[in-house]
């Protein structure tokens, strides 16, 4: 896994052995990427289930202000931390090591995110869990976005009902990126 553009462009990322995490492959992040990168200078990231990082430094790497990792275990915390150091970015970067439900609660009040990034677990309707705890929440900017990462069977039907509209729907092979903002007129 590497850095694909920007300032830390081609710099090799450590992800952790094992299944434990699940990194993005450099095909889907880059057209990811694509999507987001004429908004992403000055922005402001959160990056939730990061496990190594990849999303959150990529976006550092083309222009982010800062990027928010969120990440309850250990091991893949210190390599997020890791590739932070390794890719000159970790002035820009916070790692917050702690269950998403419980770190975006302690967020709240504090600051508000353009974009927020999750990679959850695929087939546990985390998303559903994450949505509905953003929903109470006010941690998105006025124009921010919402991009899940998820199996590609997965369904958002419901979305509508928590507030957000899916504004963007990319599907690859075997997952899929849901792009959702609020509502205009939702708090």
């Known amino acids: 896994m590497r850095v694909i ?11 952790l052995d094992g299944t ?9 992040k880059e057209t990811l990427f694509n999507i987001l990168t004429p908004d992403l200078y000055g922005c402001h990231f959160l990056d ?4 190594s990082g990849g999303i959150g430094i990529e976006a550092l790497s083309r222009g982010a202000e800062e990027a928010v990792f969120i990440e309850k275990n250990p091991k893949a915390a210190a390599c997020i931390k890791e590739n932070l150091r390794h890719t000159g970015l970790e002035e820009k970067g916070a790692v917050i090591q702690m269950d998403v439900f419980g770190a975006l609660k302690r967020l709240e009040g504090d600051r508000r995110f353009d974009f927020v990034f999750m990679d959850p677990p695929y087939r546990n309707d985390v998303e559903r869990e994450v949505l509905v705890c953003l929903a109470g929440l ?11 990462e998820a199996a590609k069977e997965t369904p958002f039907s419901y ?21 959702l903002n609020r509502r205009k007129g939702e708090c």
């Open 5 to 15: 553009a920007g300032t830390a462009k081609r710099r090799k990322l450590i992800t």
């Open 20 to 28: 434990d995490t699940r990194p993005t492959t450099d095909r889907i």
């Open 48 to 51: 939730l289930f990061a496990g």
């Open 138 to 148: 006010q941690l998105l900017s006025e124009d921010g976005l919402i991009i899940i």
């Open 159 to 179: 979305v509508e009902e928590l507030g957000f509209e899916i504004v963007k729907e990319k599907t690859y092979k075997t997952n899929k990126h849901i792009f």
